[in-house]
């Protein structure tokens, strides 16, 4: 089991920055993959971005590309999510996931994950 924390959500305005944390306890050394995903109202989860723990190899999400940033402090056994040039429609639910499976193409699907923490609110005003 992996147990998955999130922090550091909260209301900011149009262009503002946040940094998600999720702090990562459990059977850590099994998680190949981190993700962040968010979810709207009425909308489906949406991938944002994933980081590799062994080598730190990122992708993103073309909606977010050059304005997020994912990063991994493994000693911490943490994984962050950096939001600058915030716009509204990036208010969501913001989750964050580990997977077991390996880096690849379906790094960007909700069934490829196995744990995920409980989410953070982040709303951003226009």
């Known amino acids: 089991q992996v147990q998955l924390v999130e922090s550091g959500g909260g209301l900011v305005q149009a262009g503002g920055s946040l940094r998600l944390s999720c702090a990562a306890s459990g059977r850590t050394f099994s998680s190949y993959v981190m993700g962040w995903f968010r979810q709207a109202p009425g909308k489906e989860r949406e991938f944002v971005a994933a980081?590799?723990?062994?080598?730190?190899?990122?992708y993103y999400a073309d909606s977010v590309k050059g304005r997020f940033t994912i990063s991994r402090d493994s000693a911490r056994n943490t994984v962050y999510l950096q939001m600058t040039s915030l716009k509204p429609e990036d208010t969501a639910v913001y989750y964050c996931?580990?997977?077991?499976?390996?880096w690849g193409p379906g790094i960007v699907a909700v069934d490829e994950y196995d744990y995920w923490g409980q989410g953070t609110q982040v709303t951003v005003s226009s």
């Open positions: 980081i590799r723990w062994s080598g730190g190899s990122t």
């Open positions: 996931s580990s997977s077991e499976n390996s």
